[in-house]
């Protein structure tokens, strides 16, 4: 499923996302999920299950547009790990199918 900002989606798929989105807000902030930083400095959700079809970077672009506090406490304990967000990663659209196991381009 695309991104929550396509305009070919039905006010019911729209609804289902935003949800899927909230979820996962929610669960930033009660740590059931986490933000995974790739070497290249791309981003993955591990420990989120119920994203209606929402890739991991439509859900940090929707979370970050938001300016989330989740969001932003998720990325500075991931930070802390050592890798660092690229947002030049995030733009090329590097992303991962596996909570951040393996990273890919397409």
């Keep these: 499923m695309p991104c929550t900002s396509q305009p070919n989606l039905t006010q019911v798929q729209q609804a289902r996302m935003a949800e899927a989105v ?3 807000e929610t669960a930033l902030g009660n740590n059931s999920a986490s933000l995974v930083v790739g070497a290249s400095g791309s981003i993955a959700f591990k420990g989120w299950n ?23 406490r998720a990325i ?17 659209g590097v992303h ?11």
């Design 50 to 72: 119920d994203r209606e079809g929402v890739s991991d970077l439509c859900a940090y672009r929707k979370l970050a547009a938001s300016n989330s506090a989740a969001l932003r």
């Design 76 to 92: 500075m304990r991931a930070e802390a790990m050592g890798a660092k967000i690229n947002p030049r990663a995030i733009a090329a």
């Design 22 to 24: 909230r979820r996962l």
């Design 96 to 106: 991962s199918h596996d909570s951040g196991h393996t990273w890919s381009t397409h």
